[in-house]
T-cell receptor, first 111, second 114 residues
């Protein structure tokens, strides 16, 4: 079992819809969780971080964390074609400073 | 701040040659990470440093790979000798250990070994 798992996609949603991206992780001591967006040919850029159970909202983005079920999700409201990218989930476990990345979910927002 | 700066942006070399990738972290950051990204394996951590000291190099694929951080503002990743399977995008990232320890990535170096 991979430490951080994501569906590779592509996930296609129409413009204006809500895109829901999911990530599961295997280590129960995982402490911090991150969502990075990566456009084709570019470097990953941080869009959300979360470390407490529940929801965290930032503009059109909402991160949801459920430590009991070991999953973290990202909701993108009012999806735009410019949101089309690969979204990487990353997890940092307690006692270490390194991230474990999932392989990413490719999102396509159709105009 | 200019962000994490990597050079070169693209490197094309022949099998057997030595390759050196360079990274300048964000000023004041005390952690530096080297990653490799491929379609098949995604983003893999190779090594990371704290205050210029290597902390975890368990991701370095083999002895052909080495990394140094001689000072707080410069790090290198060297591959000698290079092989076609080393072709990938290599990213450097830096972070500051406060709160969430967020990593900021450089633009990457696209390496092609022929």
């Amino acid at each position: 079992q991979k430490e951080v798992e994501q569906n590779s996609g592509p996930l296609s949603v129409p413009e204006g819809a809500i895109a829901s991206l999911n990530c599961t992780y295997s280590d129960r001591v995982s402490q911090s969780f991150f969502w990075y967006r990566q456009y084709s040919g570019k470097s990953p850029e941080l869009i959300m971080s979360i470390y407490s159970n529940g929801d965290k909202e930032d503009g059109r983005f909402t991160a949801q964390l459920n430590k009991a079920s070991q999953y973290v999700s990202l909701l993108i409201r009012d999806s735009q074609p410019s949101d089309s990218a690969t979204y990487l989930c990353a997890v940092r476990n307690s006692g270490t400073y390194k991230y474990i990345f999932g392989t990413g979910t490719r999102l396509k927002v159709l105009a | 701040d200019a962000g994490v700066i990597q050079s070169p942006r693209h490197e094309v070399t022949e099998m057997g040659q030595e390759v050196t990738l360079r990274c300048k972290p964000i000023s004041g950051h005390d952690y530096l990470f080297w990653y490799r990204q491929t379609m098949m394996r995604g983003l893999e951590l190779l090594i990371y440093f704290n205050n210029n000291v290597p902390i975890d190099d368990s991701g370095m694929p083999e002895d052909r790979f080495s990394a140094k951080m001689p000072n707080a503002s410069f790090s290198t990743l060297k591959i000698q000798p290079s092989e076609p399977r080393d072709s990938a995008v290599y990213f450097c990232a830096s972070s500051l250990w406060t709160g969430m320890n967020i990593q900021y990535f450089g633009a990457g170096t696209r390496l092609s070994v022929l």
